[in-house]
């Protein structure tokens, strides 16, 4: 079965730091593009951060850059988001997501209409 499995969430205070992690199982996301979106309550989903797999090549959008990190350990089968400086407008439900490169292609990276395939989310709250 195709699986992303996130962890990594939690509770942390303003200007604190989380990482989170999204083991891959299933399938070989080396030929996908990995990505965290992310949803606060009432609020549509919004991409935070992707990384190509076979290039290594980084998106990040306006709102983290500089804060967050994401990369990939392929031995481990697994994509990260390293969060840093954390704000309140940070917190909210953190989604990985899997995208073939020809729904990137067509969509583009930072919208979740590219991806396929999801985890369940793990939630941070940042106060």
């Known amino acids: 079965d195709v699986q992303l499995v996130e962890s990594g969430g939690g509770s942390v205070q303003a200007g604190g730091s989380l990482r989170l992690s999204c083991v891959v199982s299933?399938?070989?996301?080396?030929?996908?593009?990995m990505a965290w979106f992310r949803q606060a309550p009432a609020k549509e989903r919004e991409a935070v951060a992707a990384?190509?797999?076979?290039?290594?090549?980084?998106h990040y959008a306006d709102s983290v850059k500089d804060r967050f990190t994401i990369s990939e350990d392929a031995a481990k089968d697994t994509v990260y988001l390293e969060m840093n400086s954390l704000k309140p407008e940070d917190s909210g439900m953190y989604y990985c997501?899997?995208?073939?490169?020809?729904?990137?292609?067509?969509?583009?990276?930072?919208?979740?209409?590219?991806?396929?395939?999801w985890g369940q989310g793990t939630q941070v709250t940042v106060s």
């Open positions: 997501a899997a995208g073939r490169l020809d729904e990137i292609e067509a969509f583009g990276a930072m919208t979740s209409k590219a991806y396929s395939t």
């Open positions: 299933g399938f070989n996301y080396k030929s996908y593009c």
């Open positions: 990384i190509w797999s076979d290039s290594g090549s980084t």
